[in-house]
Structures are given as C-alpha cells and as structure tokens.
C-alpha cells in the first residue's frame, strides 16, 4: 500500500492530535511541536520546548480536544506539568509521586490534568486553581496508560498489578475494576460508549462490556508487541513492535488483516482521521505517513461499473478493507439478488438459464463453490413439486426437510398456508357435536407428517384447552392467553396466536408515539394491558415507571429539589428532558464554583453553593470529594505558612478519620515529614474513615481547629 502523504522528521513523532481548523498537531521525542497542513504534512508552525525524552512507550504527552492545553513529563520523568499552548508557559506541575511519572494527561475539556506514577498513584490538578485536587484510585504498581472516554465521563488506567480502574469523573466515584489479566496491561482505550479494549504484556486482548463490566470476547493471533492502538467505529487497530498493524473489524471481531501495513521500523505513534479515512503513522525511523484504508475504491467503482465482479475480488484481497467500501457493498448486494434469481429460476425447473444468469461471478471461485451446492440442493425439487402435485404430503415435507432451501420456495409456502387454513378448520369442527371424526378425515393427509402429526394429536387431546384459549383472547384476559400458550405449545399453531403477537406490537408502537407526544395517560392505559405480554412486560413496566417518573419529576422541581435530583439519577429519559438538562446544568455549575472555593479551603463558602445537594445520594461522593479537596487545602497552607506540626498532625488525623488514607493526604504527609524531620506520627495505624461514609453533618470549618 502506498503512502498518500510522507515526511521525514530527525526526530520520532511520539503523539499527534486532529485540530478542527485542518490542522495536525504533532510532537516529537525532543518535544518539538508543529503544526502541518493535513494534506500536505508542511510545516504551518510550532514551537520547542526541548525536552529530550529517551523512553516513549507510554503517553508522556497529552492535549486537550482544541489543543491549547498540554501535559509533559520532565526529562528525568521525575515531574510533570501542564502548559499553555498559546504562552508555550506551564501552569502548574506535579512533583509527588514517589519515584518517576510513568505517564500524563489532559482530560478533553481542558479541566484537569493527571500524572500518573511507578507508585501507582494518579494525582489530579485542576487546571483553573493550578491546586491538587483529587487522586484516582492507587494501583499497587506501576500505571502503564491512562485514556478517556469521548464524552470525558469516565477515566481509566491501567497497570503492572494486571488491573483496570475505570473512575466517573462526573459523579467523581470509581465506575469498575476489570480483572481477568494475567499479565502487566499496557494499553487501553475506550471503543464506544459500552465497550473498552486492552492488552497485555503478554499479548492477550480483550474487549470488555461496560454494562456488565464482562469479557465480550479475546482477541487471537497477536503475536508481537503492541505499542499503540487506534480505533474508529468499525475497526481497531494496532501497532506493533515490529512495524506492522493489525487490524480487526468490531462487528464480530475478526482479524481482517495480519499486517495491514508492514512499516521500516517500530511504530511510535497511531491516529485515525474519521473525516478522510486515513491512518497516520510514525515510526522510530522518524517517518511520518498517512494511508487511505479505503485505497483502491475508485478503482473498484470502475470495475463494477464494468460488472467486472472477478477483478474486485482481486483488489479486495490486496486491501482487506476493501470489503466495507460502498463498491463491494453494492456488488454484494448484486450477488444476493443473483443468488435470489438463480433460486427463483431452480425453483421453477428452468436450470438452462441458471448458467447466463451467474456468467458475472462464474470466475470467482468462492462463488462457484456456492452455485456448485445450489445445484447439488435442488437436484430434487423436480420430485418435491411432482410430490406436492400428486398430494402425496407426507413424501414432499420429507423432502423439503432434507433439503432446507426448498422451504423459501412459493410452493412450501402454499402448502404451509393450506396446512394452515385445514388445521384451522379442524379446530373449529372438533368443537361441534361430533366434530372429532370430521376433523380427523380432514387432517388425514398430513398423520405421516411427524412436525405436524404432534400438533394434530395435542389439538384432538386438548381442544377444551383450545376453547379456554379462545374465551380468555374474548375476555382480554391476556395474562392466562400466555399461560395457556407456555403449558401448550401446540396452541403457538392456531392464527389467534399470530393475531395477539401483532396486537403486542400495535400496543407497543401506539404507546411509544402517546409518549412522543406527551399524551401520557393514553400512553398508561396501553402499557397497562402491554404488561400481560411476556415479550414486552419488562419494557411496560418500565415505560410506566418512567411516565409515573416524569409526573413526579415536574412536580419536584419546584416542591422538593433533592426528589427531583433522585428521580433524574434514576431515569435515561428524564435527563434528556430540558428540564432535566437544565438541573444537571445547574448543579455542574455549582460544583465548578465549589472547586474555586475548594482550592483555596473556604468551607463556608462550599457549604453555601452546596447546601442543597447534601441529601441526594449520587452527588455524595462528588460533595465529599470537594471538601476532602478544601481540607487538603488548608492542610498544605497550613504546612506552607509554617504552624505548628502538632496542629498540622491534628488536622492530618481528622482528615484521614474522616476520609481514610487517600494519595492526597499522604502526599501533604511527606511535605510535612520533609519540613520537619522528629515527626513520629505513623498515619498508617490511624482509625481510617472514607468517602463513601463521609456525611456532610461531619463538615468543620476549618480541619486544623
């Protein structure tokens, strides 16, 4: 595959990042940055900063969604620090880790900045106050990655100590811990909004759902070490020690192609531009280049402008993605309706015409196999029509179920719906006076028919069965309908069956549209019969939950904030409402300005903003985080301005009883062991509290008093 655009660095580009005005944002191990045109690669401008890294194999560099704000590891990895892009200045460092900074970054928004340590340890500044605000959960080794979601939700890392922590950064809460790997993780990355990806140092891959926190599937056939992986929507990708990029689809999660690209050298840097296809790479060697995974379509649209079908099967084969492109796509589809022709034409007896009819593909060779057993499978239809013709009934279902294609046929299908409609009139007749032998004459034909002799039997066995079922459909009694039908099966035959599956369906869409519409006890009245239907009840149950919901929901709003909240936490739906947007609105506003007062320790002035969230129980853990934030605060002034360690190991004490031994203050710890070297204070044997027990009737005003 050939390159669209190349460029030649010194240096390897170690990160890259798509800006919205056209712009690609690169970064190379001497922390030199350039901006180039997207599809030239020349240089539009940049700056240097001339940090010299020698090791790159984690994200030691990280901007923001617009790119005016970066994060850096030091030359010696022993700090970090986030910078203006625009003053090329930092604005505030990291410097607590307990051994070197293993990787950083920004969080899309641009809010705040993480370092991530051989400790274990995820500090957390926010980038507005430049203070420390928070720690993510410790792993108990080194961190290896660090990734958002596309929404900035969530967080995750990954570690030496084989774990994945995944933290809500909006409820400020940790989300998951996914455990299943043998080996060190390496790398991760979130595919969607429900799954997530990584892989191991022993190279084991695996995608995760995020709804049950369980393994979807492992990936197979890596068999190099992965050092970056890309994604979009419908691929992953993965780049390799070696220089190659495996890639595999994210429908079924086949490998597609071994080596995709097969490159000088180690990779060192992957992206995926959505808007034009393209997978930009670097390597160690200092290249920089962009392929078009979709190389080679507009040549397939010539050839299938051409119904040259056999030649698109050869460029598909070079170029595996091929198979995706709207040309294939199309030939495919030309292929299906081939394959329906050809079928038509067998089913009708017309076998000379199947050869002009599959001229097109005859040079394909998977193809030919398939016409092959097509041909195979009908070399018996003959006899299933003379059978079906001469009403020998029993001999045409045995041939129809040797041969299952022939069951897609009009002639199958009409005898389905005779059996259908004679079936049906047995039933009627063997309600009636006698009605048993008539039925029985009726229904001869088809007793050497083993699928439908069962039916026959049951129906002669349990016809008063049969007449409940009739009364209770009269009745609307729709909770013993299905009763009936999941002790009999046999009743799944009779078209008042197929008559209430359709009226589930009719309930299910005229109250979906009542709730559109806002017409919610129309909406109710429905749902409330829809709840008898097994297919649906849980979805009825909740529909009506949510519309009771949303009723209380308006209600709360002004009455009582804290059952508004609570209902909101409970309901996909309400939050989608303006009024649900305009709460989640107002209470993320309150909790930025209670970060501002949190980086300067000012209790009172959280209390104030806050007061009102206290007793809704998903915003606890956000609230504690915020005033564990402000007491860590006046902790580290308190050690800044000198008073006294005895106070200070006072204030440490309260804090770990009210919030347990968190990075953060252990981190306030070292600062005052550093100042003052008699402390005797072992903060490890001290009665531990934590978040999610903290209660804001504990709050002090000041945690040193």
Sequence with gaps: MKPLKIKKFNQPIIYCKYLDNDTLLIVDKDTTLRYLDINTFETLSGFKLNIKHTWYKNSIVSFNDDGSLFALQSADYKYS?????????????????EGKVSCVAVDPKGKYFFSCGEDGKTFVVDIKSTKLSFTLPSHSDEINDIVFSDNAQYIATASYDKKIYIFNLSIMAPHAKLISHTAPVKKIKFLSKHRFFSIDKSNNAIIWDLNTNKIIVRLSAIHDDVLKVTSNKNFLFLATALGYVIVYELKNYE????????MDSAITMLEFNEKSNELVIATQSGVLASYDIYEGKQELQK??????????????????????????????????????????????????EVKNTFREFKNIPSKNTIM???LEEYAEFDKFLLMVKKGNIALAYSIANK???????????????KWRKIFFQAQQIILKPKGKEKAMELLAPYRGVSEKTKHIQEMFSKSEIYSRFKNAITQKEFKIVFELIKVNKFLKEFPEYF?????GDSLFIKSSKFIQEGDFHAASKLLQILQDFPDFENDAKKMLRDIENQDKFLKAIDDDLVVAYNLLDKSTILSKTLDGKNLINQYKDDLEMAEIYASKGNIAKIDTLLEKY????????SIATIYAWAYNMQIEDAIKHNKSKEIVEGAIKNYILFFGLDDHIVSAFNILTKKHKNIKLNIKSLKKGSKELWKPSMRVINILE
């Design 303 to 352: 050839l299938l402008n051409e119904n040259k079908y056999d030649e698109m099967e050869k460029y598909v084969k070079n170029n595996p993605f091929l198979q995706y492109s709207k040309p294939y796509v199309l030939m495919m589809s030309i292929w299906d309706r081939t394959v329906d022709k050809i079928t038509e034409l067998l089913q009708h007896s017309k076998n000379n």
């Design 372 to 374: 092959k057993k097509m």
């Design 499 to 503: 008559s209430i599956l359709k009226l």
């Design 255 to 262: 490998q597609i192609s071994r080596k995709f690209l097969d």
């Design 614 to 621: 206290k007793k809704i129980s998903s915003k606890s853990m």
């Design 403 to 417: 041969h299952p294609s022939y069951k897609d046929s009009k002639v199958y299908k009409a005898l389905e719906i």
């Design 81 to 97: 620090q986030v910078y203006s892009a625009k003053s090329k200045k930092a604005i505030a460092k990291i410097n607590r880790h």
